[in-house]
């Protein structure tokens, strides 16, 4: 009797350490395409072909062409891919087929594709459809399928939803494809509040034109945008909202009302005042009503940013004699210097993740985008002899960084990696860009 239950007792553990051995190999394999610790040291080459028309009608072919370009551009932005030419496929899934049955694997395998995108589009009475296979040649796997319908003006945005699909599988984490970017745009004429999509299309001013406009913040919900406008002569905090384009006067106290920033849950900002003296960093509420002090000390305080759990805050201080970065633990008031190297660093901005901060440092003579990790405080330099580099800002994913540039001669936007490679110009704008802060995404 014993022996048969020690029997049956070693049966059900062996069987439960095969199932749990099977869930974990399972869940490795969904995001084992890319390293999210190192996710740029080697891109995963991935083919796109053009996407199959599913009817004889012209615009079906031509919106094919043109969604399964867009979806390779949007995949090609994030760093993490290299697209294979199509002059290299060995068949044409636009002719064949887009199923897995109608797919030879091999094919795809002997180009070194590791991952294929087909696509299926339908278009009838103004009624667009279109379906999005991601597979893994290797395995003869189907990855992610998805369908999706709406009017035929809207090709980009079933694209860049299936873009955000195709990072969800592969990384685990949600994409930045339905994110936007504002930033100050102009020159000696005026400045104003611009915002862009992630990649620089659909730009749109929503600020008119004032002498200075400085340090535009998102709001999480994506409604308003904050930022600081000198009117008079004097700073003072507005926010606009992003759809009405209403401009409302926030916070005008006396002295300066500058580095506007809200809080991760939206209930309130963080901005530096001078009301009582000192440039200091105060909390306010939605309403720009002086909730409680933040800082405290001889030298000024500026430029605040939260953790995502709101727990956490970095600011700039010149208290030790240069401008550094400082952490607050906001429940028990302790600050700690988290940056020694250089002797001008500022502008910095808290990563998603919550373990790394970007900021601009002077070394040597030049401005630079560094990242120092919020536990052992080792910074890493991010750009080197390409003009000045400042005002990071990470995307909502933490994948990649928005900052402005002098390398072709005015300030302009570029964007990196996290890692600091694949820089190049975000938009084609004869104005002067500066000051950007990439938005929190609107989900799926």
């Given at each position: 009797?014993?022996?048969?239950?020690?029997?049956?007792?070693?049966?059900?553990?062996?069987?439960?350490?095969?199932?749990?051995?099977?869930?974990?190999?399972?869940?490795?394999?969904?995001?084992?395409?890319?390293?999210?610790?190192?996710?740029?040291?080697q891109k995963v080459p991935?083919?796109?072909?053009?996407?199959?028309?599913?009817?004889?009608?012209?615009?079906?072919?031509?919106?094919?062409?043109?969604?399964?370009?867009?979806?390779?551009?949007?995949?090609?932005?994030?760093?993490?891919?290299?697209?294979?030419?199509?002059?290299?496929?060995?068949?044409?899934?636009?002719?064949?087929?887009?199923?897995?049955?109608?797919?030879?694997?091999?094919?795809?395998?002997?180009?070194?594709?590791?991952?294929?995108?087909?696509?299926?589009?339908?278009?009838?009475?103004?009624?667009?459809?279109?379906?999005?296979?991601?597979?893994?040649?290797?395995?003869?796997?189907?990855?992610?399928?998805?369908?999706?319908t709406s009017p035929a003006?809207?090709?980009?945005?079933?694209?860049?939803?299936?873009?955000?699909?195709?990072?969800?599988?592969?990384?685990?984490?949600?994409?930045?494809?339905?994110?936007?970017?504002?930033?100050?745009?102009?020159?000696?004429?005026?400045?104003?509040?611009?915002?862009?999509?992630?990649?620089?299309?659909?730009?749109?001013?929503?600020?008119?034109?004032?002498?200075?406009?400085?340090?535009?913040?998102?709001?999480?919900?994506?409604?308003?945008?904050?930022?600081?406008?000198?009117?008079?002569?004097?700073?003072?905090?507005?926010?606009?909202?992003?759809?009405?384009?209403?401009?409302?006067?926030?916070?005008?106290?006396?002295?300066?009302?500058?580095?506007?920033?809200?809080?991760?849950?939206?209930?309130?900002?963080?901005?530096?005042?001078?009301?009582?003296?000192?440039?200091?960093?105060?909390?306010?509420?939605?309403?720009?009503?002086?909730?409680?002090?933040?800082?405290?000390?001889?030298?000024?305080?500026?430029?605040?940013?939260?953790?995502?759990?709101?727990?956490?805050?970095?600011?700039?201080?010149?208290?030790?004699?240069?401008?550094?970065?400082?952490?607050?633990?906001?429940?028990?008031?302790?600050?700690?210097?988290?940056?020694?190297?250089?002797?001008?660093?500022?502008?910095?901005?808290?990563?998603?993740?919550?373990?790394?901060?970007?900021?601009?440092?002077?070394?040597?003579?030049?401005?630079?985008?560094?990242?120092?990790?919020?536990?052992?405080?080792?910074?890493?330099?991010?750009?080197?002899?390409?003009?000045?580099?400042?005002?990071?800002?990470?995307?909502?994913?933490?994948?990649?960084?928005?900052?402005?540039?002098?390398?072709?001669?005015?300030?302009?936007?570029?964007?990196?990696?996290?890692?600091?490679?694949?820089?190049?110009?975000?938009?084609?704008?004869?104005?002067?860009?500066?000051?950007?802060?990439w938005s929190p995404a609107?989900?799926?």
């Amino acid at each position: 009797m014993k022996k048969s239950f020690r029997f049956f007792f070693k049966t059900i553990v062996c069987a439960w350490i095969l199932v749990l051995a099977a869930i974990c190999q399972t869940s490795a394999a969904d995001y084992d395409y890319i390293n999210i610790s190192e996710p740029f040291s080697q891109k995963v080459p991935i083919a796109v072909p053009v996407f199959k028309s599913m009817s004889v009608a012209p615009e079906e072919e031509e919106i094919a062409r043109d969604a399964a370009g867009q979806l390779a551009e949007a995949l090609a932005y994030t760093g993490y891919f290299k697209l294979i030419d199509h002059g290299a496929f060995l068949e044409q899934p636009a002719e064949k087929g887009v199923t897995m049955e109608a797919l030879n694997f091999k094919n795809w395998r002997d180009i070194g594709a590791e991952l294929l995108i087909t696509g299926g589009v339908r278009y009838e009475a103004g009624v667009l459809q279109m379906e999005f296979r991601l597979f893994d040649p290797f395995r003869s796997e189907l990855l992610v399928g998805k369908r999706y319908t709406s009017p035929a003006d809207d090709t980009r945005q079933m694209v860049l939803r299936f873009a955000d699909q195709v990072i969800a599988r592969l990384t685990g984490r949600q994409g930045l494809f339905d994110s936007r970017i504002a930033f100050v745009g102009g020159d000696s004429d005026g400045k104003a509040v611009y915002t862009c999509d992630f990649d620089g299309r659909n730009l749109r001013r929503l600020t008119k034109p004032q002498p200075i406009v400085v340090g535009p913040a998102w709001h999480p919900d994506l409604g308003s945008i904050a930022y600081t406008a000198y009117t008079d002569d004097r700073p003072e905090i507005y926010t606009v909202d992003t759809s009405s384009q209403e401009v409302t006067k926030l916070a005008a106290f006396e002295g300066i009302n500058i580095t506007p920033v809200w809080l991760p849950d939206g209930s309130g900002l963080a901005a530096t005042l001078a009301f009582e003296g000192d440039e200091e960093i105060y909390l306010l509420t939605r309403e720009g009503k002086v909730d409680k002090r933040l800082t405290k000390s001889w030298g000024v305080d500026v430029s605040p940013s939260f953790s995502p759990d709101g727990k956490k805050m970095v600011f700039v201080s010149s208290r030790s004699g240069s401008p550094q970065l400082y952490v607050k633990e906001i429940s028990s008031g302790r600050i700690r210097r988290l940056t020694y190297e250089g002797r001008y660093n500022t502008q910095p901005d808290w990563s998603p993740d919550g373990d790394r901060i970007v900021y601009s440092g002077m070394k040597d003579g030049s401005i630079d985008i560094y990242v120092v990790d919020v536990n052992t405080g080792e910074a890493s330099r991010l750009t080197r002899q390409a003009g000045d580099n400042e005002a990071p800002s990470w995307s909502p994913d933490g994948s990649m960084i928005v900052f402005s540039s002098t390398r072709t001669g005015s300030s302009v936007l570029f964007v990196m990696t996290a890692s600091g490679t694949d820089q190049r110009m975000l938009l084609d704008m004869d104005a002067k860009q500066q000051l950007p802060d990439w938005s929190p995404a609107k989900g799926n």
